[in-house]
Nanobody, 115 residues
Framework: QVQLVESGGGLVQAGGSLRLSCAAS???????????MGWYRQAPGKQRELVAT???????NYADSVKGRFTISRDNAKNTVYLQMNTLKPEDTAVYYC??????WGQGTQVTVSS
């Protein structure tokens, strides 16, 4: 069993910044056996979409819509992944979900960007 707990969401004005964190706990064997952690988001009325992923080795992948504005990082010793979001836009408003692999998800944290 793996639990993912996100934090750091909130309300921010356009152009502002937020930093999301997601800590994994539970089965250490399962946690370290899964290579990829990531962030996804889901806006009202839309499908969940990829924001960014990162491997244990630090290789990253970003959605085109966030390239140059968001940075994903991880601390393997703490089993934690981060998402630094800069120059936020109203279209970034969504519930942001942390993932470990493809079958472990956090409960989500709301990010709201006002214009």
């Amino acid at each position: 069993q793996v639990q993912l707990v996100e934090s750091g969401g909130g309300l921010v004005q356009a152009g502002g910044s937020l930093r999301l964190s997601c800590a994994a706990s539970g089965s250490i064997f399962r946690i370290i056996s899964i290579n990829v952690m990531g962030w996804y988001r889901q806006a009202p009325g839309k499908q969940r979409e990829l924001v960014a992923t990162i491997t244990r080795g630090g290789s990253t992948n970003y959605a085109d819509s966030v390239k140059g504005r968001f940075t994903i990082s991880r601390d393997n010793a703490k089993n934690t992944v981060y998402l630094q979001m800069n120059t936020l836009k109203p279209e970034d408003t969504a519930v942001y979900y942390c993932s470990l692999g493809v079958s472990n998800w956090g409960q989500g944290t709301q990010v709201t960007v006002s214009s």
